[in-house]
């Protein structure tokens, strides 16, 4: 309840009603009415009885006697209550009881204001009424009426239903708080303009996107404050189209504030009517649909992307309706069917599709629908227009709308029938290869290389091992095969596992016991992910007991050869041994004839100097005469003994015109007056690499079948020269790319006929008597071309001699030739002793005297026993010389015997001559460091060696 604004004159006229007793009583008493706060104060006389009052509807009118403490109530009263006029009138207390709890502190009060001043303001309150318990609101008006002496009588009011005014005001005031609302939160621009286009109302967002405050856009125009002329016109131009045209519209306008930049918006402006309807200005509701345009244009380039993509994709793309028709399709999806775009959007999915596909096709399409899948992807055949079929794979989708409002389907389809032609040639080659296996003649079975147990087997492997098929696809590697062991087993897993062919043999173990030999080829495979082994079997046990029988027999065929190939080869080193003898016996006439003249000048010598001893200066002239013949014959024993060697080939660099020199003085005497020999040398020639003792004894051997091929005498021309072969050239000897020596035998003699040149080089061919050749000088000197990366070959005419030609490579460095050997050194440094052990006198004191002159301190010993004792003394020596052989004692056993005494202590070997039993005693001699020395030796070259050996241990001993 609350106080009301409502006066006395708004509730009731002024007529005149007939008074009743209270009145007439109060008349007589002298009563007066004081009127209610507010309110004239009426007279006795105006005012009627309540119940002689005929109220209009929603208005009651009270009375309440303070005196008699009666309540009196208009009919208008009792309906304003819900109370029928003919029962009695409530208490006081009843009727406050009708009142809103809330509202009855109010009433009291105003009751008590009331009596004490007679005065009350208009009150508001809230009755239930007693038939329908509906709550209304009531206005109240009352004033109290008085004595003469001022003692209150009663109290008259009137009540006013005001339930649907204030129902109606309520709104009206939450309609306009809305309203208020709506125009600050909305992020909208509103706003209203009258009929010149000044703005009357521009909500918040309106003045935010102006950028100005209220009182800068109220009351102006546009073109009054806005920041962009051409704008501002735009927009008032638009306002006065809708005032002339009276119709509201929908437009974009251009807008944008200050600095930022211009955004679109889509206005709703309609005219401002008046109450009769004519126009006094425009509304609008502006909103920004910049985002909107820009996504629109986003929208429209991604459909014309898809549209793109649509029709220019590698894969048919197609729209089908809900009803099964085709609604679009690519020009590839056209393509593939053989329809014009046109032909197929006439036509319903399902005349397409082949017959034993459609129940399938429907029943995804209907899984679709329900929601049950997003999308069905399924292997579909099409009927084409030729009739053809098309296989292919089909991922279907359903396009719904926002509102999840199924539209249509979208499918891809996708062309596989090449795939399924492949898939149908592989499984009719699984097939063949089916049949291949099952009647292949060979044994063949399928093992997984992870357990190695039988996957499979065909009949012949069931044949071969007596087992059922069916027991042997149950059966483990290990049931059948007896030399299976791990490791086999690991190196086949390996192999099948990295995807490797492997072959082994092994033997198989039959239902019967029997075990057989196989081989056994393995090879990997896929099948369905899973890594499996195609073995096949090969039965080799008849091949294996073969190769026993053969190994045998080849065992004894082979110890037959050997003892051959030994006897054969025997036979040649005799022929060879007997060549080598032959030959040496051809140049021992002449070997002698040297000698003996060496020896008549070593006589003569030794006389002269007898007789002239007291003329030093003949014997000065003699000693060298005598030191010249020995070194004469020391080069013939070289020679001698070089040609009788039978080691391996030895290259060493060569110096061909000094080699050739040197076999023209001996061939010269050895082949006899009638022949002349000549040499024809280019001395720039460079250094051969070769066995320099087979060198010699090829060229002695054709020297002397020259000399043989000249029974009347001749001309016989050794000749050397450097021959360069090029990397593309092809030499008619055979010779690869190098640079190479030529040596070449010339002779005058009868020369040779064509069979018998086509045969010269061949073991044991001769055209001389047995007794005078072996047949094996022309093998062995080819042998030994080949041997030393040469080639040899012969060029012979009949009756105009023969040359034959030897090529040898040339040294790839060329080698330091030792310089011309110094005279003994000076006496000096004493403290270096030397040790000499020889069984001749006469070389320990000719070599005592030497090796003093050249300044070393000597001791001499007649034997290995006497240096031994003589190093058991203390004696000092610095260097150990020994002949290699002695009675007693030889070289290499007192050297041995000396460094156990003397560890480290350098020695120097003498020998005049050293079989292959010294070279093997040698290699398996003393360690340490010694220097074999060949004799006759001159005193430098042995003072050379010795000052080596003790450099040599000097560096040794300093690290």
Known sequence: MQP???????????????????????????????PAAGSPAPSATTLPHPRCIHDPAGIGIWEFDLVNRTITWSPGQYRLHGLDPASAVPSFEQWLACIEPEDRPLILAAEATLQESGASPPLEFRIRRADDGACRRLASLSHLVTDPAGRPLRIIGINLDITDRHRTTETL???????????????????????????????????????????????????????????AAALMANDRRIIETGRAEVIEELFNTPGQPVRIYRSA???????????????????????????????????????????????????????????????????MLGYRRDELLAKTVAETTHPDDLAADLAGRRRLLAGELASVIWEKRYLCKDGSILWTNLATSLMRDQAGTPQHFIGVVQDISARKRIEAGLR???????????????????????????????????????????VLRHMHIADIDAL???????????????????????????????????????????????????????????????????????????????????????????????????????LAGGIAHDFNNILQAVQAGTGLIEHRAGDPASVRRFARTLLNAAQRGAAITRRLLAFARRDELQAEPIDPAALLSGLRDVLAHTLGSSVTVGVAINHALPALLADKGQLETVLVNLATNARDAMPEGGTLTLAAATETVGPEATHPAGLGAGTYVRFAVIDTGSGMEGTTLARACEPFFTTKPPEQGTGLGLSMAQGFAGQSGGALAIDSTPGQGTTVMLWLPAAEREPAWPEA???????????RRVLIVDDEDMLRETLAA??????????????????????????????????????????????????????????????????????????????GAFVLLGKPATIAQITGRVEALLAAGAQVATG
Not at 200 to 229: I, K, M, Q, S
Not at 293 to 314: C, D, I, V, W
Not at 821 to 831: H, I, N
Request: charged share 25%; glycine share 8%; hydrophobic share 40%.
């Open 4 to 34: 009301s604004n409502l006066d006395m004159a708004d509730l009731v006229e002024q007529p005149s009603f007939p008074r009743g007793p209270a009145e007439a009583a109060a008349d007589q008493a002298g009563e007066t009415t004081r």
């Open 173 to 231: 005031h939450q309609t306009e708080a809305l309203l208020r609302a709506i125009g600050h939160c909305s992020p909208d621009l509103i706003y209203a303009k009258d009929i010149a286009g000044r703005y009357l109302f521009a909500n918040p967002a309106a003045l935010a996107v102006y950028d100005l405050p209220a009182d800068a856009v109220l009351g102006r125009t546009d073109l009054e404050w806005h920041h962009a002329p051409d704008q």
């Open 269 to 335: 402006k309609a005219p401002l009517r008046m109450e009769d309807g004519r126009v006094a200005g425009t509304v609008g509701v502006s909103s920004d649909i910049t985002q909107v345009k820009a996504t629109e244009a986003a929208l429209r380039g991604s459909e014309e992307r898809f549209r793109m993509l649509f029709e220019q994709a590698a894969v048919g793309i197609a729209e089908v309706g809900l009803d099964g028709r085709w609604i679009g399709a690519n020009d590839r999806l056209c393509g």
């Open 428 to 470: 009719e080659g699984e097939e063949r290869f089916r049949r291949l296996f099952d009647t292949a003649p060979l044994p063949s079975y399928v093992v997984d290389p992870a357990t190695f147990a039988i996957i499979d087997c065909n009949e012949a492997a069931a044949r071969m091992l007596g087992h059922d098929r069916a």
């Open 484 to 586: 299976m062991d791990e490791v086999t087993m690991h190196v086949s897993r390996d192999a099948a596992l990295r995807g490797l062919p492997y072959q082994f043999e092994t033997r198989h173990r039959t239902r019967a016991g029997e075990l057989r030999d196989v081989l056994v080829a393995l090879v990997p495979f896929d099948l369905a992910g899973r890594r499996l082994s195609h073995c096949t079997v090969i039965d080799i046990t008849e091949r294996k007991r073969a190769e026993a029988e053969l190994r045998a027999l080849t065992t004894d065929l082979a110890a037959r050869v050997r003892a051959e190939v030994a006897a054969r080869e025997a036979a040649q080193a005799r022929a060879a041994h007997a060549e080598r003898l032959q030959a040496l016996g051809r």
């Open 821 to 831: 050997e110094p005279g003994p050194a000076p006496r000096e440094r004493p403290e």
């Open 850 to 927: 030497g090796l003093e002159d050249a300044g070393f301190g000597v001791m001499t010993a007649p034997g290995g026993a006497a240096a031994l004792r003589l190093l058991d003394t203390g004696a000092k020596v610095d260097v150990l010389i020994s002949d290699l052989s002695m009675p007693g004692m030889g070289g290499l056993a007192l050297i041995e015997e000396a460094r156990r005494r003397r560890p480290g202590l350098p020695a120097l070997l003498f020998t005049g001559y050293a079989d292959e039993a010294t070279h093997r005693a040698l290699t398996a001699g003393p360690a």
